[in-house]
């Protein structure tokens, strides 16, 4: 099946700073990326939608000035977590569909932001 | 998007079959059924998706009745490695293949 990696797989960061995750499709282009994140013991939840040259669509709840995604071709989205704060730490996951691939999401191996 | 409802967890034991039911009583007329596999730590997993009767690949089976309020995903004779947290997603292409993931069923199983 298709593939999605994350870069990087795990980031400490100082609360303040903003960190940087990337997210490709490697062998397929993605019309729509999303993003979801995930607490101990939690079920998977979607942050935004993304799609390829345009605004991304974030969820209720979820601060876009907080939460900047980007994405600026068919196999790359990236997500920016501004100012850091503890409470931003978790498991950050990535999906990507693409329009020859019927239904299907190809989830990234997941993102684990730790902020002290 | 539909609400899905499955059990919190179950267990099960090596060569047994495992089968989770979900419920998804508010599934429109074009959505389709997925389920995904999940280990700590790790992104979830396609096990497989369906719209309606029966599929089957390589890992599993998924069941899905003619009303299509509910959808069994059947494991054959698990293992160990088996066990993990699984989802069951009802997604639609014209709200842009959206997943709204529930608790998952987590599966443990036991030698």
């Known amino acids: 099946g298709a593939v999605v990696s994350q870069h990087p797989s795990w980031v400490i960061c100082k609360s303040g700073t903003s960190v940087k995750i990337e997210c490709r499709s490697l062998d397929f282009q993605a019309t729509t990326m999303f993003w979801y994140r995930q607490f101990p013991k939690q079920s998977l939840m979607l942050m935004a939608t993304?799609?390829?040259?345009?605004?991304?669509?974030?969820e209720q709840g979820v601060e876009k000035d907080k939460f900047l995604i980007n994405h600026a071709s068919l196999t790359l989205s990236t997500l920016t977590v501004t100012s850091a704060h503890p409470e931003d730490s978790s498991f950050y996951i990535c999906s990507a569909s693409g329009t020859a691939l019927s239904h299907e999401q190809f989830f990234g191996p997941g993102t684990r932001l730790t902020v002290l | 998007l539909a609400k899905t409802t499955q059990p919190i967890s179950m267990d099960s034991y090596e060569g047994q079959e495992v089968n989770i039911t979900c419920s998804h009583n508010n599934i429109a007329t074009n959505d389709y059924i997925t389920w995904y596999q999940q280990f700590p730590s790790q992104g979830p997993r396609f096990i497989i998706q369906g719209y309606k009767t029966k599929v089957t690949n390589e890992v599993a089976s998924l069941f899905i009745p003619a009303d299509r309020k509910s959808s069994t995903l059947s494991l054959p004779r698990v293992s160990l490695s088996d066990t993990a947290v699984y989802y069951c997603l009802v997604g639609s292409k014209a709200a842009g293949n959206k997943l709204t993931f529930g608790g998952g069923t987590r599966v443990l199983v036991k030698p």
């Open positions: 993304s799609n390829e040259g345009s605004k991304a669509t974030y």
